[in-house]
Each structure stands twice: as structure tokens, then as C-alpha cells.
């Protein structure tokens, strides 16, 4: 108690004289405080034990693994195709980038990276972008919310739910898509379906005009978002952090744009890159991405070509049903690769892709057979959490929510 | 290599896709490339059968021929040049298979052979082409009772004639045949014949597609749900090596396990049924005097009998061994009763002798007969012996072991502890009845009529509350005041194969963990 009025008088009255308080007798002890594992501001179930005098955090402990459903255990008794819908979700804001991530992953042990359908990589590139822009849009709704900007939250989450409704168009389900295969995707892109998301596209821009509007030179959030919870670019580098919250650090790395991969290499499109390090940049980083991610759409959408939508081996993808009922190969063919799973060569291979926060890598290591032996994701959002020990002591209580909710740890992707 | 008599082996040196290696002259080619990994597929080649080369599915390029080799008919010949995977051979075995495709139904998801069926394995593996035929598909017989557990699919038949020859060359009865030509060629019988001969269900193994199918496992389970498990059937003296293919703690079949010493890749019809007794009319709890007992309670009685009768005249209890028991469970039952309790009537039983012929079937109908003969002293007496003295009054008590079929004569007051597995009339009039494991869920050895002694594996679970044999009679010999300490199956034969001499050096072998058919390789 006389701690906090000791930095209240200093910090908000501006008093130097405190002689008055020599006599009292001040707590010498920090206390511990919990946040979490069932907290509103602790996204996806994560537990923060923190080490508190007054306001001020003096320790930090993060604990992880709320959310570990042993995605990496179940992967290996499930065949290759049975893990698309765990890959929905890893991270469940953003499942069409997971879905696309893994496939590249078996498609590169396949070898068969070159084959994919061009079209086929044209909606990969078109729901994932989808995908980014419903995961920054979280993000970005679920933080201001957290700092008393409920309108924001409102407004970027009903856009939000327009682009799941074209999901959904899509591949069946708003959140658990599953819509991609190893050679391609399941289904094409419904009729009128560009029209429409261009047209969502258009509101998209209009809620974050108003979203930016109320934010970005907001006083309250400035003073909530400046300069609190800075990541050094060294610090970056050194910790493994990608995605939005490394570029805010300055550290230019997008895996669409130094490793390119399916269709980014014929787009333009910049990548936005910060320069504090703090709160706000990774919010304007975000907001900037989604900018981008529509740039790209439109080019996407104009420029798709005609043409299949997998890939034509029946012993990679599902023959079409008309010829599975009436043919004996394709039955067969539809019958092993559900029963003993495509088979992929031994052998072990490292894919990458952007994910919504930042390099999200699939480790998979196949002895031949149907299922893999070892599937390991690497999450971006497990090293951008980890950094956090650092961050945190130092700042406020009230600092950790928004700084927490401008990491963008999502549960699922980190605990797996 | 052991014998210095035989001259010594001549090798060739082969190059199978470009690496040189050596076999021995007379080596099948198809075995030797298999051997070295270069995979060749193949239908109607079967390494117990003979090899007639009719489905032209394994063929290779030898340098040096003109046509594209069967390397199932083709011994290795020196300095042979084989190409295994070379365009052209891949794409000729996506032409046979094309053929074979051509005119097979659409069955897979009604067929008891999907899953491990070799049609559709090769398909997978060799090729990659849908269907170029649009036109109708050739219409043959579809449900055909061809014998006792056979029905017959001629649609599905590939036109391998593996069956045909395994009644010709194994059990020697040519009930089978081909009949037509071309693409209305189809698997009869011969006329005036069924296929009911004692080996018949070793057709359904060898078929490749789901053409031949048994009776008694037709959708009853799909394959890629069975655990299989290693073990020994219990038939007869032969000891046939069987897998115990069981789901959810029930067997649905036994399949032959190849041992070229015992029984090659065969086995017999009745050997293949010999599953059910293990789920029917089990003997699920323990009882004392026809009402339901708790396991401990019953050893309890059974206890004070034994002990009772031994202090009043040791020369009136009998002790019944079984040739249907493991080793293991026989030797606890030595250590107790006659090493332990010194009772002096022994005696053994088993199922009585039946039909035999030369080709695997032995008359003695029990699988360890030679076991128990080996480890019991002279003199051992019979169950007919036994009936004769139950009936003279000369015995007491007596403690058996499994399910003979004892009488009691009316009137007679012999006490029976019975250590039974299914009911019967033994469980009807015995005193004590303790529930014990059938051979599949057991751990343990059988010797066979050749004194080879071979591992059974429990592969499903213990039957309500039984317990293996020999823990039953450890629990029994802690109450008698003999200390069995048996601990583990291995530890039971450990000790065992210590005390007699027919045991010495077999191995117990570590556990295998049942190898669940789906993720494994398809068989067939």
C-alpha cells in the first residue's frame, strides 16, 4: 500500500519530499500473483506467475502447455491425410496457413512440390491470405478489447465473420477447413466466390479504416501500446522470434518473401517492417499485413488460371468418385489411400511457410509407409512467447495484457 | 555351415539392378532379388507350391533375352545381368496388372480380402493407371458353395491357380480346375467333386484376391482390425505354427505360420478351428461344490480336501496331468503333487487318438503328449486307468488338470479338484473347480510329436476370472505348505527346462507385442 502511494505521489503529483514516509514501515516482500490459465486476457489458456512489488513485475514466470493435446503423438498413428484436420488445429485463427503449411511439408518429401496444380496453388495462396487477415483481425480485436476498445472488437470481429462465411463457402466449416491435400485441395472455389470476396474485401477496408480511426492515434491506447513491451532487433534475432513481432522489431524476415514459395514469388506486395519494437508497431505491423494480404488477394483472384485442383495420381490424391464406383483401379486406389495412406519415401525434410505469426515449420521424418513416423511442428509462437521472460520484468500488471495479447501466442499452435 | 560330408555349395554371381551379388546355383531368381530388396511382384509364384509362371506378373529383363523373363520359373545363372526396375519393366507390369484389372469387380468394399489382399497392394505399389476400359466387365458366378468352408467367387478370381495346386501338391486331392479359355476362364471343380478335402481352407491363405473365401471368418471382421500373434495350434502332435488372428479379446481365425521344419506353410482344416473352444462353454468362475465361489475360496477348499485326504492315506489321492497343458503348467503341477505333495497315482490324459494321414496330421489329438511323457516317471497310468481305480474305491481325491472325461459311477465318493478350462463332465462332478487359461491365452511350450518343443503366446485375455494353470497351482502349493514361487510364465520355464533334459536349450524368447494388420504390410 505505501509503496504504490509512494510512486502515485512521485509519478502522478510529482512530489520529491517523501521525508514523511521515513517512519512507516514498508513491505519488504514481492508478492505472487497468478494470471491465468483461466484469465480473459490469457489468450488460449496460458498461466503467467508473476512476482509483483506494488504494480511493478519483478519476475516472470511463463508456463506453457495448458492446451497440449499431443498432436505430435496422435500424427504418428494417424495416416498422412488423417492429420489435416489436427493441422486445423494448431492454429485455430488462422487453419487454412496450418493446413497449407503440412501439405507443403509431405509434398516436399514426396518431391512432387514442382506438380501441384497451378491453380491449386493460387487458392492456397487465396485462403491463406484469407487466413492471415482473419488471424491479424483477431489479434488486433481481441487486444483492443482488453484495453476498454470494445467497438473496435466488435467491428474487426463481424468483419471476421464475413470471411469465415466465405470459408465456409469453400471448404464446409468456418474454423476446422481440412480443405487442403497432399496435391492440392479438396474442392474448387464455388461459383461467384471471387465476387464475394472481393466484395467482403471492400468491408474489410472500411472496418479497419474505422478500427484505425479509433486506435492508432488514440490517446489512451498510445500511452497503453508506446513504448511498452520493446523487443531489441538483436534480441529478435537471437530468440528465435518471425512474424509480425519480429518485423516490428526492424528484422525484415517474411518466409513469402526470402523463401518463396507456391505462387508469393508472382505477387507484389511489401512486407511492413517496425522500428521500436513495442506494442504499437506490432499492432501497426499487423494492421499494415492485412493491407498487403488484400494486395495480394487481388492479384490472386484476377490472375488464377483454369485447370485441376490436385494432383493427378491416384496414388497420391482420391480418384473422382464417378470413377471410384465404377472402376476397380480408382476403387482400389481410393480404398488403399484411405486405409494404408499414401505412401511417402523414407526419409526425413524441414518445410516452412508464413504462418499467421511468423515461421511456422513442419519437421516430418517418413520410414515408407502410410503414416509418419515423427511430425514435429515447429510453432512460431513458442519462441515469440519465450522472449516474454525478458520483456515482462520491468513492466506493469496492467502492461502484460497488451503486450501478451500483441504477441499473438495462440494455444494451440504453442502448446500443440 | 555344418556338414563336411556334402560337397561344398557353388555359388554364381548375379547382377540384380546393377549391384553384383552371389547365391547359390539353383536359386530361385524371384527369391534372390526379393533377398536383396529389389521388390518384384508377383501373383501365382508361392514358395511352397510349384511355380507355373501363369500370371506373368514377375517379369524381369535378363540381358541378353529377348522377351522379358518370369523370374518365378527362372533359376540364377552366373554372370545373369537382371534389371528389376528398369521403364520397361515397370511399365510391363503395369500392362499385367491392367489385364488382370480388366475384368475384376468392383468388390473391394464387400470382399473379406481388402486390406491384405495382393491386388490391390501391387496396384498401389506398381501402378498408377486408372481404368482405360469403358465396356462392360465379363459376368461369372459370384456366391459358389464349393465345399464345406469354401465359397467361390469366380469374378474375383484372378486365374493364379494357387489353390489348384496346393490340392494338388499338399493334400493331394486334385479337386480343383480350371474350366474355359480366355476371359471366361473360371476356378471350378472337377466334375463330380466339392472342395472338402482335410487341407481346403489353405486355399483361402494362398489366393491372392478374395476369390476363395472361408465360411467361418467371411465378414466377420475386417483384417487391418486383427492383432496377430504368434503361437502353436494345439490340434493334434504336430504342432503346426499358427497366428492368432484375434480383435477386441475374441479370435476370428488361425492362419498357418511358415516353418519349413514342422509344417511348411500349411495346416489343417481342423487345426484352423481350433479357436472356438477357446470362446465357447468356458468355465468363467470358480465353484465349490457346483455353487459359484470366489477364486481363493475355492482354492481354500480345495486345499483342505488335498491336505485332509494326503494326512489320512497319501496312497488315495491321485494326481491327473494333462497333454493338452503347457509344459509349464505339467511341471507346476510335478513340483506340487508329486515332488511337493509325494502323491504316488499319477496319471495322464488327453483328448483320444483320431484320424491321421502323412501329409501333417498325427493321430495323437494333443499337442504336448510328448512333453508330459518326458517329464512323468514310468508307469504313467492312463485315463482309462483312472476310471478303473475311481471305480474300484481305491481313490479319494484326486486333482486334475484340464478337462478329461472322467465317470464316476454312482454311488463312488471320489473328490475331484479340477483345474478346467471348458465345461464339461468333469466340471459337472468335480468338487473344486478353478478356471483356468486356454491354450491361446496362455504363455507357454508344447512339444511335439518330434520333441521339438515350440512357444505358444497368449494372444487374447484371460477368460472371467481364470488364471494361468500354474498360478492357480502356485496359490494351491502356498496353501499346502509347497512354495511354488512362480512369478512370471519365463520364470515356470525357466525352471522347467532346468529340470528336463528334453527342455535344455530353447529359448523363452522375449514378449512380442501383437503386430496390429493395419500399418503393416498387406499380406496375401
Given at each position: 500500500?505505501?509503496?504504490?502511494?509512494?510512486?502515485?505521489?512521485?509519478?502522478?503529483?510529482?512530489?520529491?519530499?517523501?521525508?514523511?514516509?521515513d517512519?512507516?514501515?514498508?513491505?519488504?516482500?514481492?508478492?505472487?500473483?497468478q494470471?491465468?490459465?483461466?484469465?480473459?486476457?490469457m489468450?488460449?489458456?496460458?498461466?503467467?506467475?508473476?512476482?509483483?512489488?506494488?504494480?511493478?513485475?519483478?519476475?516472470?514466470?511463463?508456463?506453457?502447455?495448458?492446451?497440449?493435446?499431443?498432436f505430435?503423438?496422435?500424427a504418428?498413428?494417424?495416416?498422412?491425410?488423417?492429420?489435416?484436420?489436427y493441422?486445423?488445429?494448431?492454429?485455430?485463427?488462422?487453419?487454412?496457413?496450418?493446413?497449407?503449411?503440412?501439405?507443403?511439408?509431405?509434398?516436399?518429401?514426396?518431391?512432387?512440390?514442382g506438380?501441384?496444380?497451378?491453380?491449386?496453388?493460387?487458392?492456397?495462396?487465396?485462403?491463406?491470405?484469407?487466413?492471415?487477415?482473419?488471424?491479424?483481425?483477431?489479434?488486433?480485436?481481441?487486444?483492443?478489447?482488453?484495453?476498454?476498445?470494445?467497438?473496435?472488437?466488435?467491428?474487426?470481429?463481424?468483419?471476421?465473420?464475413?470471411?469465415?462465411?466465405?470459408?465456409?463457402?469453400?471448404?464446409?466449416?468456418?474454423?476446422?477447413?481440412?480443405y487442403?491435400?497432399?496435391?492440392?485441395?479438396?474442392a474448387?472455389?464455388?461459383?461467384?466466390?471471387?465476387?464475394?470476396?472481393?466484395?467482403?474485401?471492400?468491408?474489410?477496408?472500411?472496418?479497419?479504416?474505422?478500427?484505425?480511426?479509433?486506435?492508432?492515434?488514440?490517446?489512451?491506447?498510445?500511452?497503453?501500446?508506446?513504448?511498452?513491451?520493446?523487443?531489441?532487433?538483436?534480441?529478435?534475432?537471437?530468440?528465435?522470434?518471425?512474424?509480425?513481432?519480429?518485423?516490428?522489431?526492424?528484422?525484415?524476415?517474411?518466409?513469402?518473401?526470402?523463401?518463396?514459395?507456391?505462387?508469393?514469388?508472382?505477387?507484389?506486395?511489401?512486407?511492413?517492417?517496425?522500428?521500436?519494437?513495442?506494442?504499437?508497431?506490432?499492432?501497426a505491423?499487423?494492421?499494415?499485413?492485412?493491407?498487403?494480404?488484400?494486395?495480394?488477394?487481388?492479384?490472386?483472384?484476377?490472375?488464377?488460371?483454369?485447370?485441376?485442383?490436385?494432383?493427378?495420381?491416384?496414388?497420391?490424391?482420391?480418384?473422382?468418385?464417378?470413377?471410384?464406383?465404377?472402376?476397380?483401379?480408382?476403387?482400389i486406389?481410393?480404398?488403399?489411400?484411405i486405409?494404408?495412406g499414401?505412401?511417402?519415401?523414407?526419409?526425413?525434410?524441414?518445410?516452412?511457410t508464413?504462418?499467421?505469426n511468423?515461421?511456422?515449420?513442419?519437421?516430418?521424418?517418413?520410414?515408407g509407409?502410410?503414416?509418419p513416423?515423427?511430425?514435429?511442428?515447429?510453432?512460431?509462437?513458442?519462441a515469440?512467447?519465450?522472449?516474454?521472460?525478458?520483456?515482462?520484468?520491468?513492466?506493469?500488471?496492467a502492461?502484460?495484457?497488451?503486450?501478451?495479447?500483441?504477441i499473438?501466442?495462440?494455444?494451440?499452435?504453442?502448446?500443440? | 555351415?555344418a556338414?563336411?560330408?556334402?560337397?561344398?555349395?557353388?555359388?554364381?554371381?548375379?547382377?540384380?539392378?546393377?549391384?553384383?551379388?552371389?547365391?547359390?546355383?539353383?536359386?530361385?531368381?524371384?527369391?534372390?532379388?526379393?533377398?536383396?530388396?529389389?521388390k518384384?511382384?508377383?501373383?501365382?509364384?508361392?514358395?511352397?507350391?510349384?511355380?507355373?509362371?501363369?500370371?506373368?506378373?514377375?517379369?524381369?529383363?535378363?540381358?541378353?533375352?529377348?522377351?522379358p523373363?518370369?523370374?518365378?520359373?527362372?533359376?540364377?545363372?552366373?554372370?545373369?545381368?537382371?534389371?528389376t526396375?528398369?521403364?520397361k519393366?515397370?511399365?510391363?507390369?503395369?500392362?499385367?496388372?491392367?489385364?488382370?484389372?480388366?475384368?475384376?469387380?468392383?468388390?473391394?468394399?464387400?470382399?473379406?480380402?481388402?486390406?491384405?489382399?495382393?491386388?490391390?497392394?501391387?496396384?498401389?505399389?506398381?501402378?498408377?493407371?486408372?481404368?482405360?476400359?469403358?465396356?462392360?466387365?465379363?459376368?461369372?458366378?459370384?456366391?459358389?458353395?464349393?465345399?464345406?468352408?469354401?465359397?467361390?467367387d469366380?469374378?474375383?478370381?484372378?486365374?493364379?491357380?494357387?489353390?489348384?495346386?496346393?490340392?494338388?501338391?499338399?493334400?493331394?486331392?486334385?479337386?480343383?480346375?480350371?474350366?474355359?479359355?480366355?476371359?471366361?476362364?473360371?476356378?471350378?471343380?472337377?466334375?463330380?467333386?466339392?472342395?472338402?478335402?482335410?487341407?481346403?481352407?489353405?486355399?483361402?491363405?494362398?489366393?491372392?484376391?478374395?476369390?476363395?473365401?472361408?465360411?467361418?471368418?467371411?465378414?466377420?471382421?475386417?483384417?487391418?482390425?486383427?492383432?496377430?500373434?504368434?503361437?502353436?495350434?494345439?490340434?493334434?502332435?504336430t504342432?503346426?505354427?499358427?497366428?492368432?488372428?484375434a480383435?477386441?479379446?475374441?479370435?476370428?481365425?488361425?492362419?498357418?505360420?511358415?516353418?519349413?521344419?514342422?509344417?511348411?506353410?500349411?495346416?489343417?482344416?481342423?487345426?484352423?478351428?481350433?479357436?472356438?473352444?477357446?470362446?465357447?462353454?468356458?468355465?468363467?468362475?470358480?465353484?465349490?461344490?457346483?455353487?459359484?465361489?470366489?477364486?481363493?475360496a475355492?482354492?481354500?477348499?480345495?486345499?483342505?480336501?488335498?491336505?485332509?485326504?494326503?494326512?489320512?492315506?497319501?496312497?488315495?489321492?491321485?494326481v491327473?496331468?494333462?497333454?493338452?497343458g503347457?509344459?509349464?503348467?505339467?511341471?507346476?503341477?510335478?513340483?506340487?503333487?508329486?515332488?511337493?505333495?509325494?502323491?504316488?497315482?499319477?496319471?495322464?490324459?488327453?483328448?483320444?487318438?483320431?484320424?491321421?494321414?502323412?501329409?501333417?496330421?498325427?493321430?495323437?489329438?494333443?499337442?504336448?503328449?510328448?512333453?508330459?511323457r518326458?517329464?512323468?516317471?514310468?508307469?504313467?497310468?492312463?485315463?482309462?486307468?483312472?476310471?478303473?481305480?475311481?471305480?474300484?474305491?481305491?481313490?479319494?481325491?484326486?486333482?486334475?488338470?484340464?478337462?478329461?472325461?472322467?465317470?464316476?459311477?454312482?454311488?463312488?465318493?471320489?473328490a475331484?479338484?479340477?483345474?478346467?478350462?471348458?465345461?464339461?463332465?468333469?466340471?459337472?462332478?468335480?468338487?473344486?473347480?478353478?478356471?483356468?487359461?486356454?491354450?491361446?491365452?496362455?504363455?507357454?511350450?508344447?512339444?511335439?510329436?518330434?520333441?521339438?518343443?515350440?512357444?505358444?503366446?497368449?494372444?487374447?485375455?484371460?477368460?472371467?476370472?481364470?488364471?494361468?494353470?500354474?498360478?492357480?497351482?502356485?496359490?494351491?502349493?502356498?496353501?499346502?505348505?509347497?512354495?511354488?514361487?512362480?512369478?512370471?510364465?519365463?520364470?515356470?520355464?525357466?525352471?522347467?527346462?532346468?529340470?528336463?533334459?528334453?527342455?535344455?536349450?530353447?529359448?523363452?524368447?522375449?514378449?512380442?507385442?501383437?503386430?496390429l494388420?493395419?500399418?503393416?504390410?498387406s499380406?496375401?
Amino acid at each position: 500500500m505505501a509503496t504504490t502511494d509512494t510512486l502515485r505521489r512521485k509519478v502522478v503529483f510529482g512530489e520529491t519530499d517523501l521525508s514523511d514516509l521515513d517512519d512507516v514501515d514498508l513491505p519488504a516482500e514481492s508478492m505472487p500473483l497468478q494470471m491465468g490459465p483461466s484469465h480473459p486476457a490469457m489468450h488460449g489458456t496460458v498461466r503467467i506467475t508473476l512476482e509483483v512489488e506494488g504494480e511493478k513485475i519483478k519476475t516472470s514466470d511463463i508456463q506453457i502447455g495448458y492446451l497440449h493435446r499431443c498432436f505430435e503423438k496422435e500424427a504418428e498413428a494417424a495416416t498422412w491425410t488423417q492429420i489435416f484436420p489436427y493441422t486445423d488445429r494448431l492454429n485455430y485463427v488462422s487453419p487454412m496457413l496450418n493446413n497449407v503449411g503440412y501439405a507443403m511439408a509431405v509434398e516436399k518429401l514426396l518431391d512432387i512440390t514442382g506438380k501441384i496444380p497451378e491453380r491449386a496453388q493460387y487458392i492456397r495462396v487465396i485462403v491463406g491470405e484469407v487466413s492471415r487477415i482473419t488471424d491479424h483481425l483477431t489479434c488486433i480485436a481481441a487486444s483492443a478489447m482488453e484495453l476498454g476498445a470494445f467497438t473496435v472488437f466488435f467491428y474487426l470481429i463481424k468483419t471476421r465473420e464475413w470471411l469465415w462465411e466465405l470459408l465456409e463457402e469453400v471448404s464446409g466449416a468456418r474454423l476446422t477447413h481440412s480443405y487442403v491435400r497432399i496435391g492440392g485441395v479438396v474442392a474448387d472455389l464455388p461459383m461467384g466466390w471471387s465476387e464475394k470476396l472481393l466484395d467482403v474485401l471492400g468491408k474489410v477496408r472500411t472496418a479497419l479504416s474505422d478500427a484505425d480511426q479509433m486506435l492508432t492515434r488514440n490517446k489512451i491506447f498510445r500511452d497503453r501500446m508506446d513504448g511498452v513491451g520493446v523487443i531489441s532487433k538483436s534480441d529478435a534475432a537471437g530468440w528465435g522470434l518471425t512474424g509480425p513481432v519480429a518485423r516490428s522489431t526492424g528484422l525484415a524476415y517474411d518466409v513469402r518473401k526470402d523463401h518463396p514459395y507456391l505462387v508469393y514469388d508472382r505477387f507484389d506486395f511489401d512486407v511492413p517492417v517496425g522500428s521500436t519494437g513495442d506494442n504499437f508497431d506490432r499492432y501497426a505491423c499487423r494492421l499494415e499485413e492485412i493491407y498487403q494480404s488484400m494486395r495480394i488477394l487481388e492479384q490472386a483472384l484476377s490472375g488464377i488460371p483454369q485447370g485441376r485442383i490436385i494432383i493427378d495420381d491416384p496414388r497420391l490424391a482420391l480418384p473422382a468418385k464417378r470413377e471410384t464406383y465404377n472402376t476397380i483401379e480408382a476403387m482400389i486406389a481410393h480404398f488403399k489411400l484411405i486405409m494404408d495412406g499414401l505412401h511417402v519415401p523414407a526419409g526425413e525434410v524441414y518445410s516452412f511457410t508464413e504462418g499467421g505469426n511468423g515461421e511456422l515449420g513442419f519437421y516430418l521424418v517418413s520410414r515408407g509407409e502410410g503414416r509418419p513416423w515423427k511430425c514435429r511442428v515447429r510453432p512460431p509462437c513458442f519462441a515469440n512467447l519465450a522472449v516474454l521472460t525478458k520483456v515482462l520484468p520491468g513492466l506493469f500488471i496492467a502492461d502484460v495484457v497488451p503486450t501478451f495479447g500483441m504477441i499473438n501466442m495462440i494455444g494451440g499452435e504453442c502448446d500443440r | 555351415m555344418a556338414a563336411e560330408t556334402s560337397p561344398p555349395v557353388e555359388t554364381v554371381t548375379v547382377r540384380i539392378d546393377g549391384h553384383e551379388h552371389k547365391f547359390p546355383k539353383g536359386t530361385n531368381l524371384l527369391e534372390a532379388c526379393q533377398s536383396v530388396g529389389a521388390k518384384i511382384p508377383f501373383f501365382c509364384y508361392h514358395p511352397g507350391l510349384s511355380s507355373p509362371a501363369v500370371c506373368r506378373q514377375c517379369l524381369v529383363e535378363i540381358k541378353g533375352s529377348p522377351k522379358p523373363v518370369p523370374s518365378c520359373y527362372t533359376s540364377v545363372a552366373d554372370k545373369m545381368e537382371v534389371s528389376t526396375s528398369s521403364p520397361k519393366v515397370l511399365d510391363v507390369r503395369r500392362q499385367m496388372l491392367e489385364f488382370t484389372l480388366l475384368n475384376h469387380p468392383i468388390d473391394c468394399p464387400i470382399c473379406d480380402k481388402a486390406g491384405e489382399c495382393s491386388l490391390q497392394r501391387h496396384y498401389f505399389d506398381w501402378d498408377g493407371m486408372l481404368a482405360r476400359n469403358e465396356g462392360s466387365k465379363v459376368r461369372k458366378g459370384k456366391v459358389i458353395d464349393i465345399g464345406k468352408n469354401i465359397v467361390l467367387d469366380q469374378e474375383r478370381c484372378i486365374l493364379c491357380t494357387r489353390c489348384i495346386r496346393v490340392c494338388d501338391e499338399v493334400a493331394k486331392a486334385p479337386e480343383l480346375t480350371m474350366a474355359y479359355r480366355g476371359s471366361h476362364e473360371i476356378l471350378t471343380t472337377a466334375p463330380g467333386q466339392r472342395l472338402d478335402n482335410p487341407y481346403s481352407l489353405n486355399t483361402v491363405d494362398v489366393c491372392p484376391v478374395g476369390a476363395l473365401t472361408s465360411k467361418d471368418f467371411r465378414f466377420s471382421r475386417r483384417v487391418w482390425e486383427l492383432q496377430a500373434t504368434p503361437s502353436v495350434c494345439p490340434g493334434c502332435a504336430t504342432g503346426c505354427n499358427v497366428e492368432v488372428h484375434a480383435s477386441r479379446g475374441k479370435i476370428q481365425r488361425l492362419v498357418p505360420r511358415p516353418n519349413p521344419d514342422v509344417n511348411k506353410h500349411w495346416m489343417c482344416d481342423e487345426g484352423r478351428f481350433e479357436y472356438k473352444r477357446v470362446h465357447t462353454d468356458r468355465v468363467l468362475l470358480a465353484s465349490v461344490g457346483g455353487k459359484r465361489a470366489t477364486f481363493d475360496a475355492a482354492i481354500a477348499e480345495a486345499a483342505r480336501l488335498l491336505s485332509e485326504d494326503l494326512s489320512r492315506a497319501r496312497d488315495k489321492v491321485g494326481v491327473v496331468f494333462s497333454f493338452q497343458g503347457t509344459n509349464e503348467d505339467n511341471h507346476a503341477l510335478l513340483r506340487l503333487a508329486v515332488e511337493g505333495l509325494k502323491i504316488e497315482r499319477i496319471y495322464a490324459g488327453g483328448r483320444p487318438a483320431g484320424w491321421s494321414d502323412t501329409i501333417l496330421v498325427s493321430a495323437d489329438k494333443n499337442p504336448n503328449t510328448t512333453g508330459v511323457r518326458r517329464m512323468l516317471p514310468a508307469g504313467l497310468r492312463s485315463i482309462k486307468d483312472l476310471t478303473a481305480d475311481i471305480a474300484k474305491g481305491v481313490l479319494s481325491t484326486i486333482l486334475v488338470l484340464g478337462n478329461e472325461r472322467v465317470t464316476l459311477a454312482p454311488g463312488t465318493a471320489t473328490a475331484v479338484v479340477a483345474l478346467a478350462t471348458n465345461k464339461g463332465s468333469l466340471v459337472d462332478l468335480a468338487s473344486v473347480v478353478l478356471p483356468v487359461a486356454a491354450w491361446a491365452e496362455s504363455d507357454g511350450t508344447f512339444t511335439n510329436k518330434d520333441d521339438r518343443v515350440q512357444r505358444i503366446r497368449a494372444a487374447v485375455p484371460k477368460a472371467g476370472e481364470s488364471l494361468a494353470a500354474w498360478q492357480a497351482l502356485s496359490q494351491l502349493g502356498a496353501k499346502l505348505g509347497v512354495p511354488l514361487a512362480y512369478a512370471s510364465p519365463g520364470e515356470v520355464f525357466a525352471d522347467a527346462s532346468q529340470r528336463h533334459a528334453f527342455m535344455k536349450g530353447v529359448a523363452w524368447e522375449p514378449p512380442v507385442p501383437p503386430v496390429l494388420l493395419r500399418f503393416g504390410e498387406s499380406r496375401g
